[in-house]
């Protein structure tokens, strides 16, 4: 259920029995042959999913996240960690006066970590609020279905590549990864680093690893959802 779908009154009656909410952060930023919004993509069809089983409330996704790093590909559209900070904070704040106690932030984006640094401090401004954080990609369950599989996740490879996020022909052979000369790099030389775009291994994975892969994040979520 998404707050798009719904009309002021159907959340004020949803808020007398419901106080819990799902607010989804990504990118708009390259993922080599995938869609500019994988990073939104991913975590608005685990949420939809979760949301199907629970009737947890979605709120709009943020489709902007911080990725100075990847301004030379054309398409990606960066905040600065202030402005998403900012953005992330005023939304929570809004759906706290409304009645919202519970909020799990589904993170499609590495780099918004800054914000869940942040958040510690509103949490602790806003009594009686409960808040949770989920870098799906990062979690146990991921990890494990990799490390099954023998497949290394990183940005742009399998890991992202689900039906919903490609949106180009996929290259059949795996990519070497790329020597990276430095843990920070400005955006030009990040472009010449990972050509195009990828960090490595194959593009593609089996239907079935990305189902089993899926399946695990959502059973992340639905547990997360619980807020136990």
């Known amino acids: 259920m998404r707050l798009e779908d719904l009309n002021w009154m159907d959340v004020e009656e949803y808020l007398k029995r419901e106080d819990r909410l799902m607010l989804l952060l990504g990118a708009c930023e390259q993922h080599a042959y995938l869609s500019m919004l994988t990073d939104i993509r991913i975590p608005l069809a685990l949420a939809d999913a979760a949301s199907q089983q629970t009737g947890v409330l979605i709120a709009p996704p943020l489709n902007?996240?911080?990725?100075?790093?990847?301004l030379d590909y054309p398409g990606t559209l960066s905040l600065t960690v202030p402005s998403m900070v900012g953005v992330v904070e005023d939304i929570i704040r809004s759906a706290y006066r409304h009645g919202f106690r519970r909020i799990l932030i589904v993170n499609g984006h590495g780099g918004n970590s800054p914000v869940k640094n942040h958040l510690h401090?509103?949490?602790?401004?806003?009594?009686?609020?409960?808040?949770?954080?989920?870098?799906w990609w990062l979690s146990h369950s991921i990890e494990a279905?990799?490390?099954?599989?023998?497949?290394k996740p990183t940005h742009a490879n399998w890991l992202?590549?689900?039906?919903?996020t490609i949106v180009g022909e996929m290259p059949a052979e795996p990519k070497v990864p790329p020597r990276v000369p430095s843990a920070i790099m400005?955006?030009?030389t990040a472009r010449e680093?990972?050509?195009?775009?990828?960090f490595g291994g194959p593009y593609?994975?089996?239907?079935?690893?990305?189902?089993?892969?899926f399946g695990a994040a959502l059973a992340d979520i639905l547990e997360l959802l619980k807020f136990e």
């Open 64 to 70: 902007f996240g911080i990725s100075p790093y990847f």
């Open 121 to 135: 401090a509103v949490n602790t401004d806003l009594p009686g609020l409960r808040l949770n954080w989920y870098d």
């Open 145 to 151: 279905v990799a490390i099954h599989h023998n497949l």
């Open 160 to 164: 992202e590549a689900f039906p919903f």
């Open 186 to 188: 400005d955006a030009k």
């Open 193 to 198: 680093v990972y050509g195009d775009g990828s």
């Open 204 to 213: 593609v994975a089996s239907e079935e690893i990305q189902h089993e892969l």
